[in-house]
Each structure stands twice: as structure tokens, then as C-alpha cells.
């Protein structure tokens, strides 16, 4: 049973209500996109672009996933970027240099581009709790001003601290201007739409039952079947597809936001006076931004077990007070969750199977930025380009050979280690 849009402040804020169809009888493309998410619909953009006829079949809405329920953070890089290469040898340092910020050109390229309004505000800040977390962000910083950007990156101590984050929960950051935050749902949808404003087809409440592989795939739905020369498969944690192929790498992992009523400027002023974004180096992950509306999205509790808490807000609250004292007595007009997908590595999973269904996904929570870049690396692959999928497809990954549930509790049990260890 296909599902709508979960009830986040994403969902009740979006700006665009336009429903797609779901797909009833047969069609032919060049490429069928299976998942309406970021790397679904970034390929699927980028690919129209270039020509191709391209078909998006979605088993819910667009944006229904963690592209339209995530923090909204755009952070710099892809995980994993030192097993890339490892796997690949020295050679590969230059592409991914070169990816870095490629993510961020992209979307703010298809803001300007089809005027998509997701709220998009430059800043970010990653907050150290631990002295060897400031060693981290020292490391991080020089290593940014030797590659020309000691301009755009601040390295913040804790005596200036305030003047970034109104909290004594943090011993210092480093801040880039570079990263922005955005409303997630918003950017999905407007690409979505200028993609089918280009040819892309759109089909929402399509669950696909099933791909008949050959050399021109064909995609099965309930009511519907789509054949095509090319399949991308961008489910991400919610996929079900393929599980013997590519199945034991990712492993899905929830994440929790709380958003505060509209709050008086003052209050803003003091608890994010830059208007960034901020996420924190603890295992617990805390991350949180002001919204357009002035409210405070506040989120973290990155959960491998599979379980949802009994109570979102009563989760995620203690943290934000905890963090924002000042907040204790606010109200929570928003709770929601949902699931990203993590891969033992923390490098992207990226291949293909039988030459002509390819596969991303994996984004170990850097999907923002991530997904845009694998939409464009796999629109490259389809189009012959290969180098630059080559390095993540040949990128090792560990596989757990235990069924999905299992390796979630070993996975939460190793987490726990860390959590415990975090501590001191």
C-alpha cells in the first residue's frame, strides 16, 4: 500500500501539491528511474537534459523518503572518500578533490536554473564536544587552507564560540560558508517538476514488483510495465529490490527531528546568530538549523536497530534543552523520523548488474550533497562516460551475509561499543 508524505514540517510546508499518476498499462523509454528521491530524480533530471526519455516510477510520493524528510544540510564531500582511494590507488585523489563540491554547484545551479524555492541559506558549522574533536576540526582546516580556501572556512575556539552557537555544550567548530541548508522536500519536488517540465515521466503510488532483466529491462508494476534500454535503482534504505545482488551492504539507520513553534527573533539571534547549520561530532549526531518560519529544526539520535522510538519528541527534547536551555519551555509542533541508509564502509554502494541496471545508494548521512553528484555520475555512466563511476563501483564494501534485521542488531550492538566510548 503505497503511502503520503509523513507529517514533518517539510510535508506541511512544501510548495508544490502537484500529484503524478501511477503508471497503468505500458511504456517504452530510454531509461526507467526506480525511486522519486534525490538520486532518483537527479539522475532522471540530468539525463533529460541530455536528450534522453526517461520514466520515474515512485511505489509513494516524490520526496517520500529521506530526501524530503532529512535535516537539510548540504555539507561538503562524500563519506567514505579514503576507501575510494584505497580501492583505486592515488589516481583517484584528483577525482574526488574534484567531486568535492561538485553537489553544491549542482543544486544551486537547478535552484537559479528553474527558480526552485527551497529556502536556501549559506552556512554550516561542525561542532567539536571533545578536545580530540578540535583536533579533527584543526586537521580539517589546514587541510582546506592548503588546497586556497582559508577564506571561506573560520576555525572557531571556544571564546568565540557564541558568536556562532548560543550554547556552552561545545568547546569550539569550524564554520564554512561554502555549505548551505535548504528545505529538503521543496528542492525534490522542484526538481520533479523540472524534470517532467523537460519530458521526464512521473509515476507516484507505482510500487515496482519486479525487473525482467535482458537486454532491454523491463520494470513491472501492478498496473504497468515499463521497458527500457537503462534502469537506475535509487530506493536507497526503503529498496526491496535485488536483494540477492545487492543486498548485506546497506543497512538502514533512523533519524528523529523535532521542530519548535515560530520563535521571536531575539531568541534566534542568540541561539544561531549566522543563521547556519550546525551538526555536533558526537556519536548521538545532534544536528540542527532555523527555518524560514523561524523555528528550530532540531535533530539526531541515529538509531541502527531498526526500531522507531515510542516517542519522537520525547527522545529528541531532552537533547535540544540539554544543547538550548532557553527552549525548555517551547512548544513542539513537529516530530517525524524516517530512515537513511548506512553502508559498513560509509562509501556510497555503486555498481550495476547485468550491465545495464546500475545502482546507487548508501550515502551514510551526506545523501544532500551525495545524491547529486551519484544522479550526475550515473547520467555519465549511462551515457558512456565511466571514469569517474568506475572509482566508486571498484570501491570495496563489506557485506554482512545475514539477513537485514540481523545485521542491524550487530550493527546497534557496535554503535552502543562506540556510544559507550564516546562518553570518555
Not at 282 to 309: H, K, M, Q, T
Not at 347 to 358: A, F, L
Request: net charge neutral; proline share 4%.
Amino acid at each position: 500500500m503505497s503511502e503520503l508524505h509523513c507529517p514533518s514540517y517539510y510535508a506541511a510546508t512544501r510548495n508544490d501539491l502537484k500529484d503524478y499518476p501511477a503508471l497503468k498499462g505500458d511504456i517504452t523509454v530510454d531509461v526507467c528511474v526506480i525511486g522519486a528521491g534525490f538520486t532518483g530524480i537527479s539522475a532522471a533530471l540530468a539525463l533529460t537534459e541530455r536528450g534522453f526519455k526517461v520514466a520515474v516510477v515512485e511505489a509513494n510520493k516524490v520526496g517520500w523518503g529521506a530526501s524530503g524528510r532529512n535535516g537539510g544540510q548540504a555539507g561538503y564531500s562524500i563519506k567514505g572518500e579514503d576507501n575510494v582511494i584505497r580501492s583505486n590507488g592515488p589516481g583517484a585523489e584528483k577525482i574526488i578533490n574534484e567531486l568535492t563540491w561538485r553537489g553544491h554547484e549542482i543544486i544551486k545551479e537547478r535552484v537559479e536554473k528553474y527558480q526552485i524555492q527551497c529556502d536556501l541559506k549559506h552556512g554550516n558549522m561542525a561542532a567539536a564536544i571533545k578536545p580530540r574533536h578540535m583536533d579533527e576540526l584543526k586537521e580539517e582546516y589546514e587541510y582546506q587552507c592548503s588546497l586556497g580556501f582559508e577564506d571561506r572556512f573560520q576555525l572557531v575556539e571556544k571564546d568565540n564560540l557564541r558568536d556562532y552557537i548560543g550554547t556552552d555544550e561545545y568547546i569550539g567548530g569550524l564554520y564554512t560558508d561554502l555549505d548551505f541548508h535548504i528545505h529538503p522536500l521543496n528542492l525534490c519536488l522542484g526538481e520533479a517538476r523540472a524534470a517532467a517540465g523537460l519530458g521526464t515521466q512521473i509515476f507516484e503510488h507505482s510500487p515496482v514488483d519486479n525487473i525482467i532483466h535482458g537486454k532491454e529491462p523491463i520494470v513491472v508494476t501492478k498496473q504497468g510495465r515499463v521497458k527500457a534500454q537503462h534502469v537506475v535503482l535509487a530506493g536507497n534504505a526503503y529498496h526491496q529490490l535485488e536483494k540477492r545482488k545487492i543486498g548485506g551492504v546497506l543497512f538502514p539507520a533512523g533519524t528523529y527531528i523535532i521542530g519548535t513553534e515560530p520563535l521571536p527573533e531575539a531568541t534566534l539571534e542568540e541561539i544561531l546568530p549566522k543563521n547556519q547549520s550546525v551538526w555536533d561530532m558526537s556519536i548521538f549526531l545532534a544536528y540542527f538549523r532555523r527555518s524560514a518560519d523561524n523555528r528550530i529544526l532540531y535533530g539526531g539520535e541515529c538509531n541502527y536497530s531498526g526500531r522507531d522510538p515510542k516517542s519522537i519528541k520525547a527522545t529528541m527534547l531532552p537533547h535540544m534543552t540539554q544543547t538550548f536551555p532557553m527552549l525548555k519551555d517551547v512548544k513542539i509542533e513537529f516530530e517525524w523520523g524516517g530512515m537513511i541508509g548506512i553502508t559498513i564502509t560509509r562509501t556510497p554502494q555503486v555498481g550495476r548488474i547485468n550491465d545495464n541496471v546500475y545502482y546507487a545508494q548508501g550515502y551514510s548521512g551526506h545523501g544532500v550533497n551525495g545524491t547529486h553528484i551519484m544522479g550526475e555520475i550515473l547520467a555519465d555512466a549511462i551515457t558512456g562516460q565511466m571514469e569517474r563511476y568506475d572509482i566508486f563501483a571498484k570501491a570495496k564494501q563489506h557485506r554482512i551475509p545475514v539477513p537485514r534485521w540481523v545485521g542491524n542488531q550487530m550493527l546497534a550492538l557496535g554503535m552502543l561499543y562506540y556510544r559507550i566510548k564516546d562518553l570518555f
